[in-house]
């Protein structure tokens, strides 16, 4: 995913108060080159219902393929005791996030912790059968150190002929609801970051899928959006939605000044979602989203449109969401499935 | 390779206007991939001679060479061309496209353009962008007025949805420029989605990347180089525009041009349905998926990032150093 002129986008946070310009949401701005060392509030992040499962989980998600860019498995452990200990239950991840890392991650710092913990990782069939799905499955449950999953779902359905290899006889699809009948995962889903269309065209299928994770910030409300065109066809499904890249994947909407990160993350988590999974490498970043997620209250319709407004015109070409206009966001099992350039051939 | 003649290329009908393009048009940006300039002048001269009348090109091409090496090949032969260029505001003011419009026909060594189109209009908004006070509609009409154009257009590789907006915009457009090919026709369609409303509105439809870009599906077996560039040209366009990088590729294009009979209907659909598997995720389209044909300039005006793939961009790289020498291309 990284490429080489790809900024980290939480290094850039670190240095916002350096750089003077970007004014915290508490407190007013910051003076140069200071930090906020205010503490985490005590407290929880609060619950919010999983679509119609009847299970409960943590508003604020923590995202799977950043806790693998963590430095080390020490502080992949920190993060994930902290987070726990704060409320937050629901962790993502990916069968090919850093060719298994994440997972293996993931597995060690819940050693001990499973039942407190809602866990969900992503098959990366990319148009392939059940087969590989189920095989798939058998290697996450494997390096997360876990008889079962929470949650399973199909991983980054971006291409438009995605869907009707997926629900091909003896696809992806069949597989989920295989797992799910030999009691292996509790809950199933997909998810993407391209289009808004390819979402619809899965859901058309009728299929009874618990979750759909998608895209959801205040750039995304006023561009090919997620929000607009699939929010409510999801409700419409009792299906639960999981809000994904509330900072534009790299921090774009924060780098490029749209937005600060609290005004993004508070935007995302303020969507009738039921989670809001964002990437945390490091304490200094679950810290800065634990601050937001805390005790958290949306904000009412008056302060969305106004961020929506104040998005408008810089969303307008998708500058602030690559995931849709370029290709900088689709993983290599993908493009190789789909005989695409490898992200060296095609980093955009 | 001995020069097979054996026709004429046909010539066809720009739009409602009374001029006629040859039906195989010759791309600009592949013309900077010859080794020289001689080499593009011999090019340049040869397909004249074989019956190509239509030159395309653009300002942000190769960083002007290609407009450099076409007006060089051009020389005294601009009455026999129906010469076209285009302007790369990408969103940006009416002033600038006409800047670029000086700079182009001082590059192309003429007074005059038959055609100048607004180019790459790609991102959801451009139609917005184009049409604004102030925006490059206002620099079409005015070049169109002042004579130093005969017919004005747009280009775009991306969407077609943009194009909807763009003719929506209600700008009288002469001519539209997109992807046509036998991969297109089953994906995010530019033939299916905006190839009949310039036939209704008697619009040159003018295509360009019969070989998909870079020829990706030719090497990959799926269709021959004769099929789609056939397919291509049985469209109701008014030119198909082939990207010409070598005599070798000239002399291919003119023989199949010269030779030219359009495809039946059958033939058209046999063929759409042997590309249709592949071109179910445009594996083949990567111009409509991805920022690679999207230059520097149209990149920066919109606020994405650059890439060291993309041959503008190449060719910027190395302009900085002071070598005390003229700037070579060729070291990097």
């Known amino acids: ?348 | 390779m001995p020069q097979v003649s054996t026709g004429t290329i046909p010539l066809k009908k720009f739009g409602r206007s009374d001029a006629k393009v040859s039906a195989l048009g010759f791309g600009g940006h592949h013309l900077g991939d010859a080794p020289d300039e001689k080499t593009a002048v011999e090019i340049v001269h040869r397909a004249v001679d074989g019956g190509i009348t239509f030159f395309d090109n653009c300002w942000e091409y190769r960083r002007g060479k290609t407009e450099i090496w076409m007006g060089a090949g051009l020389k005294g032969r601009r009455d026999k061309v129906f010469l076209m260029t285009k302007t790369c505001p990408h969103g940006r003011d009416a002033s600038l496209a006409l800047q670029m419009l000086e700079e182009s026909l001082q590059r192309l060594q003429t007074d005059h353009l038959d055609l100048w189109q607004c180019h790459g209009m790609v991102f959801d908004n451009d139609a917005e962008l184009f049409i604004r006070p102030n925006g490059a509609a206002e620099a079409l009409a005015k070049a169109k007025k002042d004579g130093k154009v005969r017919f004005v257009g747009f280009t775009g590789h991306q969407n077609p949805k943009v194009h909807l907006a763009m003719l929506k915009t209600g700008f009288p457009f002469d001519s539209v420029q997109m992807p046509l090919n036998a991969f297109d026709a089953n994906f995010r369609s530019f033939e299916q989605q905006v190839l009949p409303e310039l036939n209704k509105r008697g619009i040159a439809a003018l295509g360009m990347k019969p070989l998909n870009g870079h020829g990706e599906a030719i090497k990959s077996g799926v269709i021959s180089a004769e099929e789609a560039l056939r397919y291509a040209m049985s469209l109701p366009v008014a030119t198909t525009i082939t990207g010409i990088d070598s005599m070798e590729v000239l002399e291919q294009n003119l023989q199949i041009a010269q030779n030219f009979t359009p495809m039946s209907e059958a033939e058209m659909n046999a063929l759409r349905e042997r590309c249709k598997p592949d071109a179910a995720d445009g594996r083949y389209e990567v111009y409509k998926l991805s920022m690679r044909f999207n230059n520097p300039e149209a990149r920066i005006a919109h606020g994405f990032p650059l890439d060291t793939q993309q041959s503008e961009v190449k060719d910027m790289l190395g302009s900085e150093l002071n070598t005390g020498h003229p700037f070579n291309e060729k070291q990097f």
């Not at chain 1, 994930?80 to 710092?109: M, P, T």
């Open chain 1, 1 to 348: 995913m990284a490429s080489e002129m790809e900024w980290n986008r939480r290094s850039f946070i670190k240095g916002a108060a350096v750089l003077g310009t970007i004014p915290l949401i508490r407190g007013g701005s910051m003076a140069q080159g200071e930090q906020d060392h205010s503490q985490v509030p005590s407290g929880t992040v609060p619950k919010k219902p999983l679509g119609r499962t009847g299970v409960q989980v943590s508003a604020m998600g923590v995202g799977g393929y950043h806790l693998g860019s963590a430095k080390t498995d020490q502080a992949a452990n920190e993060i994930v005791a902290k987070a726990l200990d704060h409320g937050v239950d629901f962790f993502d991840n990916a069968w090919e996030y850093h060719d298994g890392l994440s997972e293996e991650r993931l597995g060690k710092a819940l050693k001990g912790k499973r039942d407190r913990a809602f866990v969900m990782t992503k098959v990366c069939t990319h148009g392939r059968d059940k087969k590989v799905a189920m095989r798939m499955l058998e290697e996450s449950l494997r390096r997360l150190q876990t008889d079962h999953l929470d949650l399973w779902q199909i991983h980054e359905v971006v291409y438009d002929n995605d869907p009707d290899l997926i629900f091909a006889p003896n696809g992806a699809a069949e597989a989920l609801v295989e797992a799910k009948k030999q009691g292996k995962v509790r809950f199933i889903g997909f998810t993407g970051h391209k289009d808004p269309g390819i979402h619809l065209k899965m859901l058309s299928h009728d299929f009874p899928f618990d979750t759909v994770q998608m895209p959801l910030n205040c750039c995304d409300a006023t561009f090919r959006s997620f929000e607009n065109q699939v929010l409510p066809e999801a409700a419409r499904r009792g299906i639960a939605a999981l809000g994904m890249k509330s900072l534009g994947g790299s921090g774009e909407l924060v780098r490029h000044g749209v937005v600060t990160a609290e005004q993004g993350l508070r935007y995302a988590m303020s969507l009738p979602v039921a989670t809001t999974i964002s990437g945390i490498d490091s304490m200094e970043v679950l810290d800065q989203n634990l601050k937001v997620a805390v005790n958290f209250e949306t904000l009412d319709a008056k302060a969305m449109q106004s961020l929506r407004d104040q998005c408008r015109v810089l969303a307008a070409d998708g500058r602030n969401e690559l995931f849709k206009m370029t290709t900088k966001y689709d993983g290599k099992v993908g493009r190789e499935q789909h005989h695409f350039p490898t992200t060296k051939e095609l980093p955009l």
